[in-house]
Structure formats: structure tokens, C-alpha cells
Nanobody
Framework: QVQLVESGGESVQAGGSLRLSCAAAGNIFGIGVMGWYRQAPGNERELVATISSAGTNVKYEESLKDRFTVSRDNAKNTVYLLMSNLKPEDTAVYFC???????????????WGQGTQVTVSS
């Protein structure tokens, strides 16, 4: 089976920075888009950023694009999210997302990490 293993979430003061990592592991034939979503208590899950397999197509939630940077290392099957100038409203569970093929004859399918907590205090 395929798993997305997240790391890097922690508590930080406003204005600080964090880097989240997500590594795909398991039976992987190919990986397409990877990215991040987040969900704050009482809110719906929302897009943070995604990045295509070649890194040439990057999409951000408009309100976050000046502070967050998504990147990936295909040799490590890993996607990163660098978060700068963090604000209390960034507090949320951050979920890794990826489209993955588990076999050469299989279509891409959606996979989600279990989430990592980011807490920003003022």
C-alpha cells in the first residue's frame, strides 16, 4: 500500500517559519501532482499549494502565495512546504496530498496523509 508520511508540524510564534515535509512510500510506479491542504477547527479543508511532477506548474491559494513556497524532490518522493511569516490564522492541521500510480497499468489515484498540526501563537 501507499502512504504519505508527514513531518515538521509544531508550535511556533507568530512571525516564525516552518518547513513541512511529506514523503510517499510503498508500491509506487509514478507520482503526479503533490501538494498541501489545511483544515482549521470548524472550517472546511482548503487548498494551500500544489506542484506538478516536473515542478513547472505550481498553484497557490491566492492569500498565501506571498508567504508559502511549495517544492519537491522527486528522487526522494517528497514534497515540501516552506511557511514564512506565520500568523495565528495559519493554525490548522496540514494534510499532504498526491496523485500516485501504484502500477504501470493503473490510473493515478488520490492519496492523503494523516495530517500534521501547525499551531501559531501570538
Amino acid at each position: 500500500q501507499v502512504q504519505l508520511v508527514e513531518s515538521g508540524g509544531e508550535s511556533v510564534q507568530a512571525g516564525g517559519s516552518l518547513r513541512l515535509s511529506c514523503a510517499a512510500a510503498g508500491n509506487i510506479f509514478g507520482i503526479g501532482v503533490m501538494g498541501w491542504y489545511r483544515q482549521a477547527p470548524g472550517n472546511e479543508r482548503e487548498l494551500v499549494a500544489t506542484i506538478s511532477s516536473a515542478g513547472t506548474n505550481v498553484k497557490y491559494e491566492e492569500s498565501l502565495k506571498d508567504r508559502f513556497t511549495v517544492s519537491r524532490d522527486n528522487a526522494k518522493n517528497t514534497v515540501y512546504l516552506l511557511m514564512s511569516n506565520l500568523k495565528p490564522e495559519d493554525t490548522a492541521v496540514y494534510f499532504c496530498y498526491s496523485r500516485i500510480r501504484t502500477d504501470r497499468h493503473a490510473d493515478f489515484a488520490d492519496f492523503w496523509g494523516q495530517g500534521t498540526q501547525v499551531t501559531v501563537s501570538s
